[in-house]
């Protein structure tokens, strides 16, 4: 079983910072590209940043150059630095990772339950 956990969310207001963290725990054999996808009431969940196991990066481009996506392969963990958040900037957001079992040759996409970021004007 592989499991994701996010941490970090809550309310802050806008302009302000928050960071959140997600760590991949389980019999993880080998963890591919990581990311954060965000679903506010309403629309559908979209992609905020990702990160591949080398380090490349892309974000969504209502978000570039306020959030800064990181990762620690040795801690399997991926985090999120948010800063100029905006109230438009309201959602849940989740961790996802492609990783591969000690018991499988694939690679599947792996969810955390999601954490609340709500952003006050």
């Known amino acids: 079983q592989v499991q994701l956990a996010e941490s970090g969310g809550g309310l802050v207001q806008a302009g302000g910072s928050l960071r959140l963290s997600c760590v991949a725990s389980?019999?993880?054999?080998?963890?591919?590209?990581m990311g954060w996808h965000r679903q506010a009431p309403g629309k559908q969940r979209e992609l905020v940043a990702a990160?591949?196991?080398?380090?490349?990066?892309n974000y969504a481009d209502s978000v570039k150059g306020r959030f800064t996506i990181s990762r620690d392969n040795a801690k399997n963990t991926v985090s999120l630095q948010m800063n100029s958040l905006k109230p438009e900037d309201t959602a849940v957001y989740y961790c996802?990772?492609?990783?591969?079992?000690?018991?499988?040759?694939?690679?599947?996409?792996?969810w955390g339950q999601g954490t609340q970021i709500t952003v006050s004007s």
């Open positions: 996802n990772a492609a990783i591969r079992s000690s018991s499988s040759n694939y690679y599947f996409a792996s």
């Open positions: 990160i591949t196991r080398g380090g490349s990066t």
């Open positions: 389980g019999s993880i054999f080998s963890i591919n590209n």
